[in-house]
Structure formats: structure tokens, C-alpha cells
């Protein structure tokens, strides 16, 4: 079975810009989550989509929104980027609400 | 609410045994995990423990929990430099998605 796939790999971006990641689960996967990782918060929980359906929320500001398809692929957008949105963007998923996640390679975002 | 803790450094030499520590503050934790995070790359799911569990042994890898003091801990043996990475603990209960990771521990495998 294919991995996690994200696309792009890597973005560059200024501020006031909006962004739209992609990230396509592992086939049969249903759950897909969202992570910021930066060197100074680590890795924090964004939200995840089970089934179209947003199940739970990290504590990010309103800026920061998803969406999932019915083939279970999940998109996040960055609205008014600020510099401190630069971070690496993990996706993973997970075959229903069970207990294993499995990551994507990420998107690098740099916020000029 | 939730927090785990790891210490950040690591350093061993090749051929030791490595033990990566970890505690956690959610006591419903129902599930106890270790990822590894290789530079530039995704995280990979090294291997999981059960809350009801105490130890688990996956070839090079060995995972203690004690319930009691909250502490979880990776032994690697035979540590090689390939095992040099980020090493993240993290936690799940049992009535969310939502993973609480650590801060990660880098571990440097000296030859």
C-alpha cells in the first residue's frame, strides 16, 4: 500500500497570503489529522477529519482551516499568513478512530 | 490538561544500548506511542504499548510503562548510527483523536 502522500513538499509564501495543503491518506484510511510542527512549540494537534466531519480541534485561531473529501483526502488552508506560521505541516492517518497514526513527509512552509 | 515530557539530548555510543525516558500526565492515557523522526522526513511509527500492558519487545526495541509513576521508556540496543534521529513519546486517551506528543529527544550516535 502507498504511504501518506502531502504535496507540495515545500512552499514559500509572504505574509497576508493564504495556503492550501493537500494530503491524501493511506487507501481505506478514513481519519486524517493535521499537525504544526516548529522548532520552538513542537508538534501540535491542528484538527482531524473523520468521514467529511471535523471530530476534534487543536487550539489554533480561526485562520487555520480543513476540509475532507469523500475519497477521504484532506485539504488545510492558512489564511493571512504570518511569519510565525512558517513550520513543517504533517498529515496522518489512521483506518477509522483506532489507535495508530501513520505520518505523511510533511510540507515546509516559510512565511516571508 | 495533558503534557509529556522527554529530555532533549541524547548521546551514545555505537553498539550501546539506548534508553530514551518519558512521563505523562493523563492518567486515562489508554495508549502510549514512539515515533521516530529521521531530518527532513515525516515521523514513523516505531511501535505502541497498552495502558494495561508493562512491557513490549519488538526486536531491537524494548518499551517499559510503569501506570504508576507515568513513566514510559524506549531501550534501543545495538544502538547503530542509523539510529541517530528525533525521538517522540506520545500519548492517546480514550476519548479523543488527539495525540499529545513530546518534545522529542534528539538521540546522536557517536562511532
Known amino acids: 500500500k502507498a504511504g501518506v502522500t502531502q504535496t507540495p513538499r515545500y512552499l514559500i509564501k509572504t505574509r497576508g497570503q493564504q495556503v492550501t495543503l493537500s494530503c491524501s491518506p493511506i487507501s481505506g484510511h478514513r481519519s486524517v489529522s493535521w499537525y504544526q510542527q516548529t522548532p520552538g512549540q513542537g508538534l501540535q494537534f491542528l484538527f482531524e477529519?473523520?468521514?467529511?466531519?471535523?471530530?476534534n480541534k487543536g487550539n489554533f485561531p480561526g485562520r487555520f482551516s480543513g476540509r475532507q473529501f469523500s475519497n477521504s483526502r484532506s485539504e488545510m488552508n492558512v489564511s493571512t499568513l504570518e511569519l510565525g506560521d512558517s513550520a513543517l505541516y504533517l498529515c496522518a492517518s489512521s483506518p477509522s478512530r483506532v489507535e495508530t497514526q501513520y505520518f505523511g513527509p510533511g510540507t515546509r512552509l516559510l512565511v516571508l | 490538561g495533558e503534557d509529556v515530557e522527554q529530555s532533549l539530548f541524547l548521546s551514545v555510543r555505537e553498539g550501546d544500548s539506548s534508553v530514551i525516558n518519558c512521563t505523562y500526565t493523563?492518567?486515562?492515557?489508554?495508549?502510549l506511542y514512539w515515533y521516530k523522526q529521521e531530518p527532513g522526513a515525516g515521523l514513523q511509527l516505531l511501535t505502541y504499548i497498552f495502558s494495561n500492558m508493562d512491557m513490549k519487545q519488538d526486536q531491537r526495541l524494548t518499551v517499559l510503562l510503569n501506570k504508576k509513576d507515568k513513566h514510559l521508556s524506549l531501550r534501543i540496543a545495538d544502538t547503530q548510527t542509523g539510529d541517530s534521529a528525533i525521538y517522540f513519546c506520545?500519548?492517546?486517551?480514550?476519548?479523543?483523536?488527539?495525540?499529545?506528543f513530546g518534545p522529542g529527544t534528539r538521540l546522536s550516535v557517536l562511532p
Open positions: 493523563d492518567s486515562s492515557s489508554t495508549y
Open positions: 477529519y473523520f468521514s467529511e466531519t471535523q471530530r
Open positions: 506520545a500519548e492517546k486517551d480514550n476519548y479523543g483523536q488527539n495525540f499529545v
